[in-house]
């Protein structure tokens, strides 16, 4: 087991869990902390003892941003040769189901973060926001893409352009987030979400996980092209004759994920 200083890890079951720790600086994503996230979800994607990764905070902040103070004395030619923040795409790019947890702030490279995951689900406690603009920049890591797609131009113009930050219930009406939890159930139910996840096929996860990504990709016409050979492919699979058996049988299905 690897030994990681900004973030813990556990294995429960089938779920791959990644705690962002940082509490001195609310989680904030410096350099560190994204490598080792990187670390645990390259490690999780490879371990086919997983099925689906929770990324969650703690309770006042699942992350307040990418570290202003690592920031700051960059020049315009360290972020562009080292390409600032381009290694999150990794995340993006996880096969795997991903589950983001959030309680209280999740603002900047913290709402990014979150957004960069397929499930999201909040405390009643969460407050997402773009604030880079009143530090003289603009979100870095898919914040003016990814909030845009989720709540639309008008909702995301106003946060990205005022820094104002969204309480739970707004984000759940904006469709940012998939619920609203009491903050003392956030992880319960975070993990059954995941769990859930972890408990279906591993490939036809996947495979769901891709074509609903497509979605953003491209054409609809070409999206429910894709939907469609994706959906024949899943006869190929030994969990869709047990997963259809198991149905008529009148039994719960017993995956081996293949
Ligand atoms: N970076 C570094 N340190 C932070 C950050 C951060 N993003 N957020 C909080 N901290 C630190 C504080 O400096 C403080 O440390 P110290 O005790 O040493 O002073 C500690 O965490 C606790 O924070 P506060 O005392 O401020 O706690 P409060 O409860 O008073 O306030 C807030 C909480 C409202 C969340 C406040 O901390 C805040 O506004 N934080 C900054 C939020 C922000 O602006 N985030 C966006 C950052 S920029 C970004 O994420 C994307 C950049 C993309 C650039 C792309 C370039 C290519």
């Known amino acids: 087991m690897t030994e990681y200083t900004t973030i813990r890890t556990e294995q429960v079951d089938r779920v791959g869990v990644i705690t962002l720790h940082r509490p001195e600086a609310l ?12 670390d645990a979800v390259t490690g999780y994607e490879r371990d086919p003892g997983i099925g689906a990764i929770l990324i969650t905070g703690s309770e006042k902040a699942f992350a307040a941003g990418a570290d202003i103070k690592e920031m700051q004395p960059q020049t315009y030619a360290d972020t562009f040769a080292g390409d600032l923040f381009a290694a999150w795409d990794q995340l993006a790019q ?20 979150a957004m960069l995951c397929d499930v999201l689900l909040a405390a009643d406690t969460a407050k997402f926001g773009q604030p880079e603009i009143k530090l003289g920049v603009i979100p870095g890591i898919g914040g003016s893409q990814r909030l845009t797609r989720a709540v639309g131009k008008a909702k995301a113009m106003e946060m990205v352009l005022t820094g104002r930050m969204i309480g739970a219930e707004e984000a759940e009406r904006a469709g940012l987030v998939s619920r609203v939890v009491p903050a003392a159930e956030l992880l319960t139910e975070a993990h059954k979400v995941a769990a859930t996840i972890a408990g279906m096929s591993l490939p036809i996860a996947m495979m769901a996980k891709e074509s609903v990504n497509r979605s953003f990709e491209t054409t609809l016409a070409e999206g429910i092209r894709f939907e469609r050979r994706i959906f024949h492919a899943t006869f190929a699979t030994a969990d869709q004759k047990e997963g259809m058996a198991a149905f008529i049988d009148k039994r719960p299905p017993e995956f081996n994920h293949s």
């Open 27 to 38: 989680n904030a994503l410096n350099t560190q902390l994204m490598t080792e996230v990187l």
């Open 94 to 113: 996880a096969r795997k189901p991903t589950i983001a947890a959030v309680a209280g702030y999740a603002l900047g490279g913290g709402c990014e973060l």
